[in-house]
C-alpha cells in the first residue's frame, strides 16, 4: 500500500527518480490545483539554487495530484536526496513574499497559486519524514 514518503523510484545510469508521494493514493483527498502549482514554483526554485543544483534534472508534480518526481544525477546520494527534499519543503513552510516565477509573463497560470495550502502539504509531509531515514526510502516488494 502506498503511503505518503519517499521513494527510490529508478536508478539508471544517469539519474536517479525519486516518487514523493504526499497523499495516500486513491483516498480521495488529493492535493490541489493551486497548492500543487505553488508547491512546484517553490520546489523547483529552492532545489535549482541549493547545493544540488547542478545535479537537479526535474522537478515536477505528479498529475495524479498525490505528490511530486524528482530526479536528481546519480551522483547524489540517497541521504543526501532526503535531506535537500526537508530542506525544501522547510524552505516552503517559511517562505514569505511573492512566489518565484508567478508573474504573468512567466507563468502559463498565474493566477492558480495557494501559497497557504502549498506550506499546509510541506508541514504534513516534514513531520512525516522526520520519521523517515534512507532504510524506509525503498518500494515494497
Ligand atoms: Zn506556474
Redesign the pocket.
Known amino acids: 500500500m502506498l503511503m505518503q514518503s519517499v521513494l527510490l523510484r529508478r536508478f539508471r545510469y544517469i539519474s536517479i527518480h525519486y516518487d514523493i508521494r504526499m497523499k495516500k493514493p486513491n483516498s480521495g483527498d488529493y492535493i490541489s490545483n493551486g497548492a500543487l502549482?505553488t508547491f512546484?514554483?517553490l520546489f523547483a526554485t529552492y532545489a535549482r539554487n541549493s547545493e544540488y543544483a547542478d545535479s537537479v534534472i526535474y522537478v515536477g508534480p505528479m498529475g495524479c495530484r498525490t505528490g511530486f518526481y524528482l530526479l536528481l544525477r546519480s551522483n547524489v546520494k540517497k541521504s543526501e536526496a532526503l535531506s535537500l527534499v526537508r530542506k525544501a519543503f522547510e524552505f516552503i513552510v517559511n517562505f514569505g513574499g511573492e512566489i518565484p516565477?508567478?508573474k504573468r509573463r512567466?507563468?502559463?497560470?498565474?493566477k492558480e497559486h495557494d501559497l497557504l495550502g502549498a506550506k499546509e502539504i510541506a508541514l504534513d509531509m516534514l513531520n512525516v519524514l522526520s520519521e523517515k531515514t534512507e532504510a524506509d526510502m525503498v518500494y515494497e516488494e
Open positions: 502549482h512546484e514554483h516565477g508567478s512567466e507563468c502559463g497560470n498565474y
